[in-house]
Structures are given as C-alpha cells and as structure tokens.
C-alpha cells in the first residue's frame, strides 16, 4: 500500500474543542496541515500548511511533537498516510478557511461522534487530544 507522507495539528482551544477541516471536494474532516516540500523538516511542512490552509503564523517552539502515526487514507483509496504529528493551540477568532479548505470546525467529542471524520483523526489524533473519551 502506498504512503503519503503528512504533518498534521491536533490544534486545541482554551474550551478543549479541537480543529479540524474539510478540503473541497471531500466529505471528511481531519486535521489541518499537509505534505512535505522537497527539504521541509515535518515541522517546517506544518507551519506552511497552517499558514496556507488557515492563515496562522507560528513558530517551531510553538508546535508539540505527538510522534509518528500511521492509518488509512480519507482520500486516496489503497494508500495509507503516515503523519508526524505535532500539538499546538490558537485562539479560534485567528483561524479562517483559506487555499484548498472548504470548511472548519471546532469539535467536541460529542460533535466527533457524528461528524465524517478521516481514519487518522479517529484512531490516532482526537484520542490524544481527548484521553478519557
């Protein structure tokens, strides 16, 4: 199975709900962020893609590595991502939709319930955010 190589945000709010997005065309939401440029460490994708995708401005010091997570692919069917995945947490009032993003949300694990959510963000991401759910 072919890999995608990622840096995703588990991006948290002072009320606990965590970010997560929907790229146009698609149907599930998942963390923000995005693949490597040729050179990019994983944190140097993800400070990119949060600046491309949603406007914020951050510093490396400001991201948490989470670690190396592996799961199948929301949006290319046969291939699995693998995410190196860091925490960080913004106000919601300094993030706005832009570039390839359709639509953001800001979840509770009860929204995460019902909401289409990408395998990666199921199985890996939102526990990290919500260790007792």
Known sequence: MPDIHVSAAVIVDDEGRVLVVRKHGT???????????????????LIRELHEELGLLLAEDALRPLGTFVSAAANEPGHRVVAEAFATSVDPATVRVQAELAELRWITPVDAETLPLAPLSVEHLLPLAWPSH
């Open 27 to 45: 149907t599930r939401f998942m963390q923000p962020g995005g693949k490597p440029e040729a050179g990019e460490s994983a944190a140097q994708t």
